[in-house]
C-alpha cells in the first residue's frame, strides 16, 4: 500500500521563523518521485518541488529547502525566515502513476 | 496552450441534481486523471484515462459517478443524484507517457471545479 503522513496538522510561527514541515511516505515501489506542493486560499495547487526516488541530494531554492531521506522514508520541508505570504496549506505527495497526497499542513505566519 | 482547463469554475447545486464538469487536458497529452478533494484534506485519485481509455477506477467513485474521454482529448465527470457528500474540490490534471516502463512528463493540474451540494 502506499501511504503519504503529514503529522502536523497545522503550525503558527511568527514572521522571520524558521518552520519545518514534516512528511514520511511509504511504498513498495523502486522508483517514485516525491513532491510539495502549496495551496493558498485560492485553491490552486502550486508546485514547489519534485524529486525521484534515485536522487538524495537536498535542494535548497532561496528561503526553501528540502531533506530526502530514503532510510527513514521521510521528505521534510523547511521554510527559512518565515513570511506572511507562506501562510498557506502545504501538501506532500508521492506519485507513480497517480499521486497519494497527504492530509496537508496548514501553515500560518503571524506578521 | 494555457495549461488544463477546467468548466465551470464553480457549480452550486440542488441535492439530487445531475452535474457535469468538463476537463481539457493539455494537447499532446494522452493521460487524464481526476481527483476530488474535500475540506481538509489532500487530493484522491477518482479515475485516469490513457487516451480514450478508462484504465482505472477508485473505489471513491460510486455509481453515481461516470467519467469520459470519447475521443482521447477532454473528458467529464458526471454526478447523478447529488448529496452533500459531493462538496468539494474536483481537480483535473493531464501528463504525456510515452511508453510502459517510462516516466510521465508535464503531469499538470488545473485549478478545479469546485461544487457545492445546497
Known amino acids: 500500500a502506499q501511504k503519504v503522513t503529514q503529522a502536523q496538522t497545522e503550525i503558527s510561527v511568527v514572521e522571520k521563523e524558521d518552520v519545518t514541515l514534516d512528511c514520511v511516505y511509504e511504498?513498495?515501489?523502486?522508483?517514485?518521485?516525491l513532491f510539495w506542493y502549496k495551496q493558498p486560499p485560492s485553491g490552486e495547487l502550486v508546485f514547489l518541488i519534485r524529486?525521484?526516488?534515485?536522487?538524495?541530494q537536498n535542494e535548497i531554492s532561496g528561503r526553501y529547502s528540502w531533506n530526502f531521506q530514503k532510510s527513514t522514508s521521510s521528505f521534510n520541508f523547511t521554510i527559512t525566515a518565515s513570511q506572511v505570504v507562506d501562510s498557506a496549506v502545504y501538501f506532500c505527495?508521492?506519485?507513480?502513476?497517480?499521486?497519494?497526497f497527504g492530509t496537508g499542513t496548514r501553515l500560518k505566519v503571524l506578521a | 496552450d494555457t495549461g488544463v482547463s477546467q468548466d465551470p469554475r464553480h457549480k452550486i447545486t440542488k441535492r439530487g441534481q445531475n452535474v457535469t464538469f468538463r476537463c481539457d487536458p493539455i494537447?499532446?497529452?494522452?493521460?487524464l486523471y481526476w481527483y476530488r478533494q474535500t475540506l481538509g484534506q489532500g487530493p484522491e485519485f477518482l479515475t485516469y484515462f490513457q487516451n480514450e481509455a478508462q484504465l482505472e477506477k477508485s473505489r471513491l467513485l460510486s455509481d453515481r459517478f461516470s467519467a469520459e474521454r470519447p475521443k482521447g482529448s477532454f473528458s467529464t465527470l458526471e454526478i447523478q443524484r447529488t448529496e452533500q457528500g459531493d462538496s468539494a474540490m474536483y481537480l483535473c490534471a493531464s501528463s504525456l507517457m510515452e511508453g510502459p516502463g517510462v516516466s510521465d512528463y508535464g503531469y499538470t493540474f488545473g485549478s478545479g471545479t469546485r461544487l457545492t451540494v445546497v
Open positions: 511504498t513498495r515501489d523502486t522508483t517514485y518521485y
Open positions: 494537447s499532446e497529452h494522452n493521460r
Open positions: 505527495a508521492l506519485r507513480t502513476y497517480k499521486y497519494i
Open positions: 524529486r525521484n526516488s534515485f536522487d538524495e
